[in-house]
């Protein structure tokens, strides 16, 4: 296992992240997701710290708090030392009826940051995320009451999730200006069968030091491998709650490049997947969700899987984006100027 600088922090985060929106789901949208209850979570927790993962995600909105209840509690079974786990968990989802139960807004964020401490069994959270973008909250208030919570020693770090590349550089430009603790993280979408966010987040994450975490790098499971274009394969969390959205003809030219690139090297479709990821310049960590330890186990072993510019170029071709405006006029004149630094 490798690790790597979060943005421009000094936080050092395992590639891979173990993602827990797996865990505590019922008979609702999250029981699509995962039910593991504390056993199997337990088994998955160890899992992942003895192949090397100091990275956990979760989320207050993941099965309604239970999955933040079962993370520290599988913490506390295994007898995790506090400093060698780096905890993250998000705000923003609804958290109850009322107006004010959800959302940006400072009173939501401080509530539940103390709500999220109490479920994790923890006296900070090392990068708190703000899960989506918020239109009816200023980005100010936002900003500041994350920065109370820094300046209180309840939270270390901050991050972002969902957001535009608009969105993200005027929070980055806002916590300059007003000297407030700075935005490290993006977690957003990026997978092979969609790399939308080239156009303007990784750009701007680029151009700010801010580091990206990867969400469903599979595309929701399409890019295990069980799939094809016959609709054959009939099991699978995408038969049940098809999310993320994508467009599947250009899925399965990529499961077809995949396929060949994984049996030239002995690994799987999925490891392919996750290895172009860890190729890619921008990526500090990939998050990787399972619902057993064999999954899990397999997604692991993609940190070894080297892909050559051959295999690179390959599956570049075949999923790389449409050329769109201003991008392809971007590219064209600054053609004028780019060939001087080339040279130096």
């Known amino acids: 296992m490798h690790y790597r600088r979060l943005g421009h922090s000094g936080l050092f985060v395992s590639e891979l992240c173990l993602g827990t929106m797996t865990f505590g789901g019922s008979d609702d949208m999250w029981g699509h997701i995962g039910k593991l209850q504390q056993e199997e979570a337990d088994g998955l927790l160890k899992t992942a710290l003895d192949a090397g993962i100091n990275f956990i995600d979760t989320a207050n909105i993941y099965a309604t708090g239970k999955s933040e209840e079962i993370l520290g509690h599988a913490l506390k079974n295994l007898g995790v030392p506090r400093e060698d786990v780096v ?11 009322g107006p004010n139960a959800r959302g940006s807004s400072r009173g939501h964020i401080l509530d539940q940051a103390k709500a999220s401490l109490k479920r994790l069994q923890l006296d900070h959270i090392d990068l708190y995320q703000i899960h989506g973008f ?29 957001w535009a590349a608009w969105q993200i550089v005027k929070a980055v430009g806002i916590t300059q200006a007003r000297h407030l603790a700075p935005i490290v993280s993006l977690q ?26 990867v969400w469903s790098p599979l595309a929701g499971g399409f890019l295990s491998g069980k799939y094809d274009r016959e609709g054959t394969t009939a099991e699978g ?8 959205p994508i467009d599947k003809d250009r899925a399965y030219d990529a499961i077809e490049v995949m396929r060949n690139i994984a049996a030239e ?6 490891q392919v997947a996750l290895a172009w990821l860890l190729h890619q310049r921008v990526v500090s960590s990939v998050i990787v969700g399972a619902k057993r330890v064999d999954q899990l186990t397999d997604n692991i072993g993609a940190t070894e899987i080297q892909l050559s510019e051959e295999d690179l170029t390959a599956l570049d071709a075949v999923t790389k984006l449409p050329e769109e405006y201003p991008g392809w006029m971007i590219e064209r004149q600054g053609e004028y100027r780019a060939h001087l630094m080339q040279e130096r």
């Open 87 to 97: 905890i993250a968990t998000k705000v923003h989802g609804p958290m109850g009826e």
């Open 237 to 244: 969390r995408r038969v049940t709650f098809d999310f993320p």
């Open 265 to 270: 090297k002995g690994c799987t479709v999925p």
């Open 134 to 162: 918020d239109p009816a909250t200023p980005i100010e208030e936002t900003l500041e009451a994350l920065d109370t919570l820094v300046r209180q020693g309840l939270v270390r770090y901050l991050g972002l999730s969902n």
């Open 188 to 213: 957003a979408y990026y997978t092979l069968a969609g790399r939308d966010l080239e156009r303007e987040v990784v750009p701007a994450l680029l151009s700010e030091g801010v580091g990206l975490m």
